[in-house]
């Protein structure tokens, strides 16, 4: 009989690196291990080397180590999960997408549609590996509710993520990967997880952040995306 493993990764996930993040690492890792997250991934705004160090200090709080960046492209952000070096931002979208999967990761539509979160807009969505179908600060529920159908609609894989930008919300929303082939999560490393997400085989979990955060967190990206519209 085959075996399988089933782990829970937080797959969008800020330190302070970001612009918008608040916290190190280390205090993210922490907080996963001991809220029961078997990984996540940080992915901080065009930077990646407070990623790098997450994925290679992971397996000190028992957790799976998984690099990533979330990248800006011409059209939109870009989730980049599972590799080590950051894409070239600004390029476009295709481009991106496609450096991600020679890099060996996995390409992932944060927050579709969300124009003033810099989410890539539905005449601007082509090829991709996933979309982010439950985000945890979204607004209402119908960002999430559109992003689904439109998953479902064109046969993408689904992924459910925190976007925590501190650690008291990390893991409020999280993907749960069965992943085939293994006895146990001793035996699986960070490119099992990207080719799980790559292969659809997950299932959501989440709830949204308090209407008061997240209001103030719309209003904070309107402002940024007007200042990065500037540039």
């Known amino acids: 009989m085959s075996e399988s493993v089933t782990v829970a990764i937080d797959p969008h996930v800020h330190s302070e690196e970001s612009y918008d993040g608040h916290e190190p690492v280390e205090l993210l890792l922490e907080q996963a291990a001991e809220i029961g997250l078997d990984g996540i991934v940080v992915t901080d705004h065009d930077a990646i080397e407070a990623s790098r160090r997450a994925a290679d200090i992971a397996p000190e709080y028992d957790l799976l180590g998984i690099p990533g960046v979330e990248v800006s492209t011409a059209a939109g952000h870009l989730l980049a999960i599972g590799v080590d070096e950051r894409p070239d931002p600004r390029q476009p979208f295709d481009d991106t997408v496609e450096a991600v999967r020679e890099a060996g990761g996995v390409a992932v539509v944060p927050h ?36 689904r159908r439109y998953a479902e609609k064109y046969g993408y894989p689904g992924v459910a993520a925190s976007d925590a930008h501190s650690a008291t919300f990390l893991g409020r929303a999280y993907t749960e990967l069965e992943i085939d082939g293994v006895e146990s999560r001793r035996d699986l490393d960070g490119e099992a997880v990207v080719d799980a997400i790559r292969a659809g085989e997950a299932d959501i979990h989440g709830r949204r952040q308090p209407l008061r955060s997240s209001a103030r967190h719309y209003l904070i990206g309107a402002g940024r995306k007007a200042t990065w519209a500037a540039q």
Do not use: M
């Open 112 to 147: 579709p549609f969300q124009r003033t979160r810099h989410g890539v807009r539905k005449k601007r969505l082509s090829d991709c590996d996933a979309i982010e179908v439950f985000n945890a600060w979204v607004f209402t529920g119908y960002r999430n509710r559109r992003a």
